[in-house]
């Protein structure tokens, strides 16, 4: 049964909080799985910091009331979109409606003047169920982009 509580906040990341993704994932495969191909295994605090950011990527942390990490995920420059990245609950908490709740805030954070955008691997289909339950349809990647393999792109049609 999902429930969607509603004592979460999105809030900009910290450093201590991305120190807890570290956990999180346990093999290089479930890293690549969430943060892609650039991103070094085994995760290092400093490295994964230095891998996931760039200029143009603002990093956001769903927080209980406690303050503790209950998901993450980004808003990037990608594709001349604004992309959400690097999406992850944390598993202590999975199918409870986090994140539902992660996804919907983060979309808050865009600017709806651009397209917004996510690509999601093909075998993950929990959140593929959930992003086209959110309005996010799949389609072809813009310019003829070279998506990692196994990878769906997909863009945020709100409905009215």
């Not at 400093?46 to 990527?57: A, K, P």
């Not at 769903?62 to 990490?69: A, N, R, S």
């Not at 998901?71 to 999406?87: K, W």
Request: charged share 15%; aromatic share 10%; net charge positive.
């Amino acid at each position: 049964m999902n429930h969607f509580p509603q004592h979460l906040q999105l809030i900009l990341a910290n450093q201590s909080q991305i120190a807890q993704l570290l956990v999180w994932f346990n093999t290089e495969a479930a890293t690549r799985a969430w943060a892609g191909p650039k991103v070094h295994y085994p995760l290092i605090l400093s490295q994964l910091i230095e891998d996931i950011n760039d200029t143009q990527s603002q990093d956001y942390a769903l927080v209980d009331e406690k303050g503790q990490l209950k998901g993450f995920g980004q808003i990037l420059s990608r594709f001349g979109n604004q992309h959400l990245g690097r999406i992850v609950v944390n598993p202590k908490y999975r199918g409870q409606g986090i994140g539902h709740q992660l996804v919907t805030r983060l979309l808050t954070k865009t600017n709806p003047a651009f397209t917004r955008s996510l690509l999601v691997y093909k075998d993950n289909l929990a959140a593929l169920q959930l992003y086209q339950k959110l309005g996010f349809q799949r389609t072809l990647p813009p310019n003829d982009e070279v998506l990692p393999e196994n990878c769906i792109f997909m863009i945020y049609h709100p409905t009215i």
